[in-house]
């Protein structure tokens, strides 16, 4: 099993800087990797797929980068509906799995 | 507008029984991937179990293999989740997902999710 680790678990910003959030597998998956966001009492919702790529109406201020087994996802400049958390997830083989989550949280 | 509800969660003992139905509508449910998801209370997500467009395969989590069977009804366009033996741990939001419908091989489309209680 391919097991993710996120760090940190949690990130306190401030409105407007910067969140630098990674994921790190425990093999090689290449880039076969997505983000989600979930906020509370909501269903996850996708990010970013294939690592880099965002999902159809997410804004510009989320990019993903990485390969391999190092990723990162990055919120440019936090506006207040982006205080949520989020996961990794890889697709590489079966089973599916998460990672543990960082929570970005309003400091 | 692309839409899964799911149906049939709630309160059950240990050992029981529960079916879950996962109502999808908006897309063509026979060419998609369904899977089902769940999260234990302030926990984090856990995939459950996966099944092809035709039903024609079928993935587990360890956790549940032997205990839980995914099938679906595309005449219906509905997904199920037969859950046996149910152990307190199982106790979780269990959300269907379609994998796949917008982005090959991802969770891309997900219900609102139901509740799964298990306790004496």
């Known amino acids: 099993e391919i097991v993710l680790t996120q760090s940190p678990a949690t990130l306190s910003l401030s409105p407007g800087e910067r969140a630098t959030l990674s994921c790190r597998a425990s093999?090689?998956?290449?880039?076969?990797l997505a983000w989600y966001q979930q906020k509370p009492g909501q269903a996850p919702r996708l990010l970013i797929y294939?690592?880099?790529n965002r999902a159809t109406g997410i804004p510009a201020r989320f990019s993903g980068s990485g390969s391999g087994t190092d990723f990162t996802l990055t919120i440019s400049s936090l506006e207040p509906e982006d205080f949520a958390l989020y996961y990794c997830?890889?697709?590489?083989?079966?089973?599916?799995?998460f990672g543990g989550g960082t929570r970005v949280e309003i400091k | 507008e692309v839409q899964l509800v799911e149906s049939g969660g709630g309160l059950v003992r240990p050992g029981e029984s529960l079916r879950l139905s996962c109502a999808a509508s908006?897309?063509?449910?026979?060419?998609?991937?369904m899977t089902w998801v769940r999260q234990a209370p302030g926990k984090g997500l856990e995939w459950v179990s996966a099944?092809?467009?035709?039903?024609?395969?079928?993935n587990y989590a360890d956790s549940v293999k032997g205990r839980f069977t995914i099938s679906r009804d595309n005449s219906k366009n509905t997904l199920y989740l037969q859950m046996n033996s149910l152990r307190a741990e199982d106790t979780a939001q269990y959300y269907c997902?379609?994998?796949?419908?917008?982005?090959?091989?991802?969770?891309?489309?997900w219900g609102k999710g139901i509740t799964v209680t298990v306790s004496s």
């Open positions: 093999q090689s998956i290449s880039t076969y």
């Open positions: 908006g897309f063509s449910f026979s060419r998609c991937e």
């Open positions: 294939d690592a880099s």
């Open positions: 997902a379609a994998r796949g419908l917008y982005y090959q091989y991802y969770m891309d489309v």
């Open positions: 099944i092809g467009g035709g039903g024609d395969w079928k």
């Open positions: 997830q890889q697709r590489l083989q079966w089973p599916l799995t």
